[in-house]
């Protein structure tokens, strides 16, 4: 398989719930991203990770806990999730010094319940 | 506050004539622009950029033009398609100095109408 994959493509989870979304990058890129859309705002940047380090954290609360173990993968942690956290999670990648030009994934429509 | 802005939520268009997007920015390090263009159910994909010692960059039916004095790019599609149908983001780069990281705007539905 080609390109940028997340799975699940929808989720619905209660406020207690733990649940990871996955994101799996076939490109050789070095440089992965999780980015928030909700309704009718502009994409928000939430981590960056850049040869598997995290580079970035932009404010995002502890309830979101991301995972990088290569370079091909990506992980975001869920737990104790609220009804505002609803939302497409998008998850991008690029390469480290050209990293303008990112390549998304389909989503994960998330539903907190 | 956005850094960078699409104004209009939503564009209509008849088939055959030119489809027009707008995009403004406020921050002046921002040094490189990107437009994406988004379908139903997928991530947004990758359509043209430019570069800010550039003003005009073509791509076969589509051309963005940035007046970096007035902190505005535009997208043209023309003839738009019924196939352009789609939200289209504007996103800029503060370059190196910024991390690379792009700033997108809240996307622009377009609707091509046969």
Not at chain 1, 27 to 30: A, E, I, R, T, V
Not at chain 2, 27 to 31: E, L, R
Not at chain 2, 78 to 85: A, F, Y
């Given at each position: 398989e080609t390109g940028v994959t997340q799975t699940p493509r929808h989720l619905v989870m209660g406020m207690t719930n733990k649940k990871s979304l996955k994101c799996e990058q076939h490109?050789?890129?070095?440089a992965m991203y999780w980015y928030k859309q909700s309704a009718k705002k502009p994409l928000e940047l939430m981590f960056v990770y850049s040869l598997e380090e995290r580079v970035e954290n932009n404010s995002v609360p502890s309830r979101f806990s991301p995972e990088c173990p290569n370079s091909s993968h990506l992980f975001l942690h869920l737990h104790t999730?609220?009804?505002?956290?609803s939302a497409l999670y998008l998850c991008a990648s690029g390469l480290r010094d050209r990293d303008y030009e990112q390549y998304f994934g389909p989503g994960t429509r998330l539903t907190v319940t | 506050d956005q850094q960078v802005k699409q104004n209009s939520p939503s564009l209509s268009v008849q088939e055959g004539r030119i489809s027009i997007l707008n995009c403004d920015y406020t921050?002046?390090?921002?040094?490189y622009f990107l437009w994406y263009k988004k379908y139903p159910a997928e991530g947004p994909t990758f359509l043209i950029s430019i570069s800010s010692i550039k003003d005009k960059n073509e791509d076969g039916r589509f051309t963005v033009f940035l007046n970096k004095s007035a902190k505005h790019l535009s997208l043209h599609i023309?003839?738009?398609?019924?196939?352009?149908?789609a939200v289209y983001f504007c996103a800029a780069s503060g370059g190196m100095e910024y991390g690379n990281k792009l700033v997108f705007g809240a996307g622009t539905i377009l609707r091509v109408k046969s």
């Open positions: 490109l050789g890129h070095n999730l609220q009804p505002e956290d | 921050n002046s390090m921002f040094d023309v003839p738009s398609q019924p196939g352009d149908s």
